[in-house]
């Protein structure tokens, strides 16, 4: 019905950037809510970054003023600029998205993951 893809991962060292994206496909009307989470080995998942649907956005402690989250409605694109980056950054990062399908339904869909790895 509607997937996501995620995109932009990578080793980075201390200090760099890595900028994700999350693309959805489907029959999808507009991107509304935005949220990145992350899992780092041994760790439970964390809510890193939010966007409401009118564009507030939200983000975490251990994140704020580093990364931003955005989305590009023409392409029902999502993206999160990681800057500054940490070794404790490293983690597997999730997007989930909450849509409005063409029908005008709400969806709610997950992207695969992609691996951030932060290291010297």
């Known amino acids: 019905q509607v997937q996501l893809v995620e995109s932009g991962g990578g080793l980075v060292q201390p200090g760099g950037s890595l900028r994700l994206s999350c693309a959805a496909s489907?029959?999808?009307?507009?991107?509304?809510?935005i949220n990145w989470y992350r899992q780092g080995p041994g760790k439970q998942r964390e809510l890193v970054a939010v966007m409401s649907d009118d564009g507030v956005t939200n983000y975490s402690d251990s994140v704020k003023g580093r990364f931003t989250i955005s989305r590009d409605s023409a392409k029902n694109t999502a993206h999160l600029q990681m800057n500054s980056l940490h070794p404790d950054d490293t983690a597997v990062y999730y997007c989930?998205?909450?849509?409005?399908?063409?029908?005008?339904?709400?969806?709610?869909?997950w992207g695969q993951g992609t691996q951030v790895s932060v290291s010297s």
């Open positions: 989930n998205v909450v849509l409005t399908l063409l029908s005008a339904e709400a969806h709610s869909a």
């Open positions: 489907g029959s999808i009307l507009r991107i509304n809510a």
